[in-house]
């Protein structure tokens, strides 16, 4: 016999406090290689062989991938979005994360001064 579940949610009339999450800036965001290999692969229960039929690339592209020799695309972040059902957004800002911040590090800008609008 199905046991139904009921759940309640309970209001509060002062309003929860909004935290933003603080990064240390030293610290290199990951690859999203490394969470496709270490997470979202593994908790598919599935191999990268079949990963990578499913997203219509070859094992060599989706293992360059994972070991963080290439980055992820536009368009593989599309099918990744597809596979996984979270969309390329996640994937895209993922990439550009990690690009910006080694970006920032290996690019000499020391002879570019800041300016400010008028």
Not at 64 to 91: C, H, N, Q, T, Y
Request: proline share 7%; with cysteine.
């Amino acid at each position: 016999m199905p046991v139904a579940s009921t759940s309640s949610s309970i209001t509060r009339d002062d309003r929860m406090t909004e935290y933003r999450a603080k990064r240390n800036p030293d610290r290199c965001p990951a690859h999203p290689g490394e969470l496709l290999r270490e997470v979202v692969i593994p908790a598919t229960g599935r191999g990268r062989t079949e990963i990578a039929t499913l997203l219509g690339v070859s094992r060599q592209h989706l293992h360059d991938i994972l070991s963080e020799r290439k980055p992820v695309s536009p368009a593989m972040a599309a099918r990744l979005g597809k596979l996984f059902g979270d969309g390329a957004g996640p994937w895209v800002r993922m990439q550009a994360a990690h690009d910006a911040w080694h970006a920032e590090r290996d690019t000499d800008t020391s002879a570019i001064q800041t300016i400010k609008a008028a």
